[in-house]
């Protein structure tokens, strides 16, 4: 195979390495002495990115299409690359892998992969000779933050170095591991932020921050398609990338991940490891270790750059919830790496003018780094993720918890969605195959899912679920705790005696009851459980078909048959008798969404009942199909945005109207029953606009404000409803001290618990109690008119999760969810994020009951 020297002929390489702050086009095109690749040559038979592309690497910002097609190309010209797919964006565009190894690997790439496989699934057969054979496999993931793009741009450049290089140290790393190359982690996002900057580009590109390149509109291109931050959504895994990221990170399960990203403009490079004091606790000293030993390279690379960076600051690893962290707590080395941002081609900073080349070739050079500490460290990788398999099989032994055990038809069936997720994380669940008294507590078989702690995820089966109230150190990059039985409001039973001779069968696949397959011979009407995973979007199903449908406010018995059905507040009442259909047409309709996973109804004869009021009962309150219009734009958290866009659209099948802040002055509110403003700055909106919201609502609108948007409604008297003040004096510090300090004054993400008025529609489908997640100090008083305070901070609130002591103390009565009723209509305000992370799914519950029965307030 002909060769050619890399210095000599790679255009695209040169143009990358030779970048520096404040140098002139000529200069920075000057390849620095001390940076070489001793001994590599690339072969000429391997297309460098710009024969494909069209641009050398950093001239303008690659398209999402353009890289797809790069990397495929790639694929067709090296015998070191194989291209997969793990699943698609919700616009359709692909999520692409590439596995790069040696030729040899690649022949026996599943035996290998099996192998791998070993060191978690049975560690004990692993010897230390058999590490000694073994490939390690490590995954590059790059801008998961589609608008940090330098990443994916230096992915480009690594498949090329991997695809066409040849020398000791690539020899090394193509024989010795399997590398996973995810170059681009959000496809939608990159494609708005690449649209933006290169729509918005002269020529010659400009380096002032004012300038329109280097200020996206609203939404910018961080988040994905829904407008989630993918990565926080390890661990709650609600989005179709996670999903098909996590398969693909469990199919191979690697010993190193990398996590790509930027940062802002006056800063320099950062690297794990993270601020020590904030480990998760969890995770083995022994990983951290290996973390320093890994920095040592990147610090020598980026030394011979003379690039200037820090480690042990700002970033941490306690949220496993983030690409860096999550392998921490799968037997792996999780590493983040964040270059400051240019957002253009070049950038004014405090540091000087920065290139957009500058930002790709140290991330080029951190993947560099990665892959030779990776190749030179391999046995000691291997080994310590065996090892951490083997130790958790020892310490789950020493745990006084033998499993745990989920009701399956508790808690709105939200117990099927939890075992989904812990299924995505490889965590083991299986069926009670016998009844069984815990505590005084009798489980039927077949009635609770069991997850045996005494399991290779032992670790973070714990970090899933476990409640914590105790930290080391009161500040944190993220949030402070995630408990996944509180977020979705599922009670977690704890089982301390052996359950072994009770486990059924091992459940792979999560399996959602609905409707019996079939009915009785119907007769009125039917009811439709309200308590069931899936209810909200059936019953949004049926009145877009035009069906009539009511909820009942209050509980009763119906004959039926030789015995009574009981109905709870929350029930929908379909009448078979319809102005717009026949019987046999509302049966077929109803057959149909029957067949829905999480939907259960129950046809009734009659509508009189035994006790309780009757379904023709004024306590049955009609429902008017929701017609929903979303504040979006500029100065609305657009994070929130898409919480509620997600939650309605893709999960109910609503299709909601978004709308500009802008526009909300001409809007005709008459289109819409429900208003929903989440956090942003209202500010702009005038006293016209407001008059009219308030007329609106006086009309029967349903307002809901979440987060900072209750301030504001209270602040223009939409409703006289008082705030309640948190403390927010620091305490005494010296100067090098007051961030820390003011830090660990903030609430940081914690699970609390409050009382519901389950009488109040919106607490239909809910138990008496609420864990509700808390972020800020913004919190309501009692309201003084009666049946307005859906929910009630309990008297000893914290659940899991750091508060500050003098902010706990105050929390206690105080309001996170209060319903007035105005005129014909109400405002709803929640204080805390209802649906946080889509994941949240016990206060998002409350959420859809304002959202469908605001109107009967």
């Known amino acids: ?202 020529r010659v590109a400009s380096s002032d921050p004012a300038d329109r390149e280097h200020n996206q509109p609203w939404p910018g291109g961080r988040a994905n398609h829904y407008l989630f931050d993918l990565n926080r959504d390890y661990i709650p895994a609600q989005l179709w990338e996670s999903q098909g990221r996590l398969a693909l990170f469990h199919h191979w399960r690697p010993q190193f991940q990398a996590d790509f990203h930027e940062m802002g403009s006056n800063s320099t490079f950062f690297f794990q490891p993270g601020v020590p004091s904030r480990n998760n606790p969890n995770t083995p000293e022994r990983t951290y270790a290996l973390t320093r030993e890994i920095a040592s390279f990147h610090a020598k690379m980026l030394d011979s750059l003379g690039a200037l960076y820090f480690t042990e600051e700002t970033f941490d690893d306690f949220y496993y919830g983030k690409g860096a962290s999550y392998p921490d707590i799968n037997g792996a080395v999780g590493i983040l790496f964040e270059q400051a941002s240019t957002k253009s081609l070049s950038r004014e900073t405090a540091n000087g003018v920065m290139d957009f080349t500058l930002t790709i070739r140290n991330q080029f050079a951190a993947s560099l780094s990665s892959l030779e500490a990776i190749a030179r460290l391999r046995t000691k990788l291997l080994r310590n993720q065996r090892d951490f398999y083997r130790e958790a099989e020892t310490l789950a032994q020493a745990d006084s918890i033998s499993a745990y055990l989920f009701e399956k038809e508790a808690n709105g069936q939200r117990a099927y969605t939890l075992m989904e997720i812990l299924r995505r994380h490889r965590i083991r669940v299986f069926e009670l195959d016998r009844g069984i008294t815990i505590e005084g507590r009798e489980f039927e078989p077949g009635s609770a899912f069991v997850v045996p702690t005494r399991q290779p995820q032992s670790r973070l089966l714990k970090a899933l679920v476990n409640r914590v109230t105790s930290f080391d150190n009161p500040i944190f990059y993220d949030i402070s705790t995630w408990t996944l039985p509180l977020a979705l409001g599922v009670e977690a039973v704890v089982a ?108 009734v004869p009659t509508g009189l009942t035994a006790s309780g009021p009757d379904l023709g009962s004024p306590s049955g309150k009609r429902l008017a199909r929701p017609s929903v219009a979303l504040i979006t734009g500029t100065g609305i958290r657009s994070i929130e945005v898409g919480e509620v866009w997600f939650e309605l659209n893709e999960r109910q099948g609503i299709p909601l109207s978004l709308i500009d802040l802008q526009d909300l002055s001409q809007l005709d509110l008459t289109r819409y029953n429900v208003l929903i403003l989440v956090s942003g700055n209202y500010r702009s909106v005038g006293d016209a606009t407001v008059a009219s919201l308030k007329s609106w609502v006086g009309r029967g609108g349903t307002l809901i404000a979440v987060r900072s948007a209750v301030r504001w409604l209270i602040e223009k008297e939409l409703l006289p409803e008082r705030l309640r003040a948190l403390p927010s004096d620091l305490p005494p510090a010296r100067w090098v001290d007051v961030d820390e300090k003011r830090r660990a004054q903030e609430i940081p993400g914690s699970i609390l618990e409050a009382q519901l008025d389950s009488t109040h529609p919106l607490a239909f489908g809910l138990g008496a109690t609420l864990s509700v997640f808390r972020d800020s100090d913004l919190l309501l008083e009692p309201s003084d008119l009666g049946g307005t305070t859906v929910a009630v901070y309990s008297s000893e609130p914290l659940l899991s999760g750091y508060v500050p002591d003098n902010k706990l103390k105050m929390l206690p009565g105080g309001v996170p969810i209060l319903a007035r009723p105005s005129g014909r209509g109400a405002v709803i305000l929640f204080t805390d994020n209802p649906n946080f992370r889509a994941f949240w799914f016990a206060t998002a519950r409350v959420f859809l009951n304002a959202v469908f029965f605001g109107q009967v307030l």
């Not at 690749?37 to 690339?42: H, P, S």
């Open 1 to 202: 195979m002909q060769q050619r020297s890399h210095w000599l002929t790679t255009s695209t390489l040169v143009f990358v390495l030779g970048f520096g702050y404040g140098s002139s086009a000529e200069e920075s095109r000057t390849i620095r002495p001390d940076f070489q690749f001793a001994g590599v040559e690339y072969s000429a038979e391997i297309p460098v990115p710009e024969a494909v592309l069209g641009h050398r690497i950093g001239e303008r910002h690659t398209r999402p299409d353009q890289i797809l097609e790069y990397v495929e190309k790639l694929a067709e010209a090296s015998d070191r690359i194989a291209v997969g797919s793990h699943g698609e964006t919700y616009e359709g565009r692909r999520l692409l892998h590439a596995i790069v190894t040696s030729p040899e690997n690649h022949l026996r790439l599943e035996s290998l992969r099996q192998a791998n496989l070993a060191l978690s699934e049975s560690p004990n057969a692993v010897s230390d000779d058999t590490i000694e054979a073994m490939p390690a496999v490590l995954y590059l993931g790059y801008s998961i933050h589609g608008d940090e793009a330098s990443g994916t741009e230096a992915a480009l450049l690594t498949l090329y170095h991997l695809a066409a290089g040849s020398g000791d140290l690539v020899d090394l790393i193509l024989d010795t591991c399997i590398v996973i190359v995810e170059p681009m982690m959000n496809p939608d996002g990159r494609n708005r932020f690449v649209s933006w900057a290169n729509a918005n580009r002269g």
């Open 496 to 603: 301390e005696q052996d359950l072994s001779q009770v486990l059924g069968r091992e459940i792979t696949e999560i399996e959602i009851p609905g409707s019996p397959s079939t009915f009785t011979p119907p007769g009125v009407a039917y009811l439709m459980d309200w308590n069931t995973l899936n209810a909200p979007r059936a019953l949004y199903e049926m009145q877009r078909r035009g069906l009539a449908t009511s909820v009942m406010t209050r509980s009763g018995q119906l004959a039926a048959g030789d015995g009574e059905t009981a109905f709870q507040p929350g029930t929908i009442v379909i009448p078979r008798s319809q102005p717009t259909f026949s019987n046999e047409q509302v049966d077929r309709i109803i057959e149909e969404i029957a067949a829905w996973p999480g939907v259960r109804f129950e046809p």
